[in-house]
C-alpha cells in the first residue's frame, strides 16, 4: 500500500515549514527501512496509549475504541500480507499514523495526543527487545541442549587438553563440550539482566519534558506488561544503555562463539582430526577437489567482527551527545538490529553444525598419549605419599628429561629400575595411575574431568535449561 503526498499523509511534526525537505535529505534521514520490524511493537505501545487517553477523558472514549479497534485491524492486515508497509514513509511511527488516518479521518490524528516521538521511539525499542531477546535465550538453550546431548555419549572419551595450543593434561569429550556450556549460560544470564533494566515504561515523557495532560502512565505500563516507571523524562528518552548492554551482552556471546569455532577449525584438521563435520555444513574448494573446508565456522568466527563493531559503534554515536534526544540517536537501530541478526543466525547454524558432526574417537585419544601430559599426575603420586608438591614437581620434571633424552615419547614406558632412581617413594605401583583413564579419573572432584563429575555437570546443565525454559 502506498499513499499519495496530500495533506491527511503529511508529517504532524513539519508544520513550522513552508517549504518541503530535499527528495535527498528525505532520503538521507528516513529510518523505515530499518525500524520497519518494530511495527507490531509500535502498533501495541499505541493501542496502550490510545486506550488510557480515553479511558482519563483526554479524547472522548468512543474515539479512543475506533482507534485501537483500527490498529488493531491494520496489524492483522500486516500479519496476513494483505497490507504492506510503505517505504516512502519517513519511519514506522509515521507510517502506522498515515494508515490509521487513511482509514478513520481525523480521528487518528488524535492518537499522538500526549506524545513524542522521542518517548515513543524508546518505548518500541524497548517491546521489540523484550521479544527479541528472549527468542535468542531460546536458541541459547536450544544449543546447551545439543552439546550437553553430545557431551552424555562421550563421558569417556578421552582427549587432550590444551594450555598455550601445546598438550597439557588429558580430559574427556564431553568435559570439554561442558567447558562450552557453561559460558552460555552466563550469555543466558546477562540478556536475562537486561531485559530486567529495560522493564521500565518510558511513554509520557514526551519529548523531554512530560506532559502537562492527565496521562496515566501506570494504566500503560500495565497494560504493556512492564513491572516499573521510568522517573525521569530526560533520562528516559536519552537513554539507550538497554541498547548498549544488549550488544555488551551479543558481544560477550560471539567471542564464545568465535573461540569455540576456532577449535572446531583446529580439530577439523588432518594435523588433529578430531571431528567431522557433516558435508551439509561443510563447502568444497574451486580448484582443489580434495578440500573440505569448514566455512561455517570460519564465517561465525568472521562475523563475531561485526558485533564487535556494531557495539563500538553505538559507543562511539552516544559518548558525545547532550541530553535529551539528538537525531545521532536514531542510528542505535542500525547497530541493534544488525548485531541481533548476526548473532541469531550464528547460534543457529553453530548449532546444527556441531549438531550433525561426528566425532575421531580414536584420534582424540591418541593424543593423550605422547608429551608427557602424565607428569602432574606423577607429582600428584608423590605428594600422596607425602613429599611437598614443589619437590615432587621437580622429580617429575627430572623424569620428563630423562625421558625426553632417551628419546622416550611417554614416561610410562620409562624402565622401572630408571624411574625409581629419581626418588626412593616410587614403587611399581607407580605405572597405575600414569594411563590417560588414570589421570581423567583421578581427577573426580567438582569441575573435574572424571566421568563421575562430570555426569554432575550434565545433570546441573540440564537442570539450568529445565528450570529456566519452565
Avoid at 507510517?95 to 499522538?112: N, Q, S, Y
Avoid at 577437489?289 to 561485526?306: C, H, M, T, V
Amino acid at each position: 500500500m502506498s499513499f499519495e503526498k496530500n495533506d491527511n499523509h503529511a508529517p504532524l511534526w513539519s508544520g513550522r515549514f513552508k517549504e518541503g525537505p530535499d527528495a535527498d535529505a528525505v532520503a538521507f534521514e528516513t529510518s523505515i527501512n530499518v525500524d520497519a520490524r518494530m511495527v507490531q511493537d509500535d502498533i501495541r505501545g499505541s493501542i496502550a496509549h490510545a486506550e488510557m487517553l480515553g479511558r482519563r477523558g483526554i479524547i472522548p472514549l468512543e474515539d479512543a475504541d475506533l482507534i485501537a479497534k483500527t490498529l488493531s485491524r491494520i496489524a492483522e492486515d500486516i500479519e496476513t500480507g494483505k497490507l504492506n508497509i510503505d517505504t516512502s514513509a519517513e519511519d514506522i511511527h509515521s507510517f502506522v499514523e498515515a494508515v490509521l488516518t487513511d482509514r478513520i479521518g481525523d480521528v487518528g490524528r488524535k492518537l499522538h495526543t500526549g506524545r513524542s516521538r522521542n518517548d515513543q521511539i524508546a518505548l518500541d525499542e524497548r517491546l521489540y527487545l523484550r521479544r527479541a531477546l528472549t527468542e535468542l535465550q531460546d536458541e541459547i538453550l536450544s544449543l546447551i541442549n545439543t552439546l550437553v546431548s553430545v557431551a552424555e555419549k562421550h563421558t569417556g572419551t578421552l582427549m587432550s587438553g590444551y594450555t598455550h595450543m601445546q598438550r597439557a593434561q588429558p580430559v574427556t569429550l564431553a568435559h570439554h563440550l561442558c567447558a562450552w556450556c557453561w559460558p552460555l549460560t552466563r550469555d543466558y544470564g546477562r540478556l536475562g539482566d537486561a531485559l530486567k533494566r529495560m522493564d521500565f515504561m518510558p511513554l509520557g515523557s514526551g519529548a523531554l519534558a512530560a506532559s502537562g495532560l492527565p496521562l496515566d502512565r501506570r494504566q500503560v505500563a500495565s497494560s504493556l506488561g512492564f513491572s516499573s516507571l521510568t522517573l525521569n523524562s530526560l533520562d528516559a528518552v536519552s537513554d539507550r544503555d538497554y541498547c548498549l548492554e544488549t550488544l555488551s551482552a551479543l558481544s560477550i556471546l560471539m567471542v564464545h562463539l568465535s573461540r569455540y569455532c576456532e577449535e572446531v577449525v583446529l580439530w577439523s584438521t588432518e594435523e588433529f582430526g578430531f571431528i567431522n563435520l557433516s558435508e551439509n555444513w561443510s563447502t568444497g574448494s574451486s580448484i582443489m577437489p580434495q578440500k573440505k573446508n569448514p566455512d561455517f565456522a570460519e564465517l561465525i568466527r568472521g562475523r563475531s567482527g561485526r558485533v564487535f563493531g556494531d557495539l563500538i559503534a553505538l559507543l562511539t554515536m552516544m559518548k558525545g551527545l547532550p541530553l535529551s534526544y539528538d537525531r545521532d540517536m536514531q542510528e542505535d537501530k542500525q547497530s541493534l538490529f544488525s548485531a541481533y541478526d548476526t548473532t541469531l543466525s550464528c547460534l543457529k547454524v553453530f548449532n546444527k553444525m556441531i549438531g550433525s558432526a561426528s566425532w575421531n574417537v580414536s584420534r582424540m585419544k591418541a593424543s593423550c598419549t605422547g608429551g608427557h601430559a602424565n607428569a602432574t599426575d606423577l607429582a600428584d603420586y608423590l605428594v600422596r605419599k607425602g613429599m611437598p608438591f614443589r619437590t615432587a614437581h621437580g622429580v617429575a620434571a627430572s623424569v620428563v628429561r630423562e625421558c625426553i633424552d632417551s628419546g622416550i615419547a611417554d614416561m610410562s614406558r620409562l624402565p622401572f629400575e630408571r624411574f625409581s632412581a629419581h626418588s626412593d617413594l616410587i614403587g611399581m605401583d607407580v605405572y597405575g595411575v600414569l594411563s590417560p583413564e588414570a589421570c581423567v579419573s583421578a581427577r573426580n572432584i567438582p569441575g573435574g574431568p572424571a566421568p563421575e563429575a562430570v555426569a554432575e555437570q550434565i545433570k546441573a546443565l540440564k537442570d539450568f535449561t529445565g528450570k529456566v525454559s519452565s
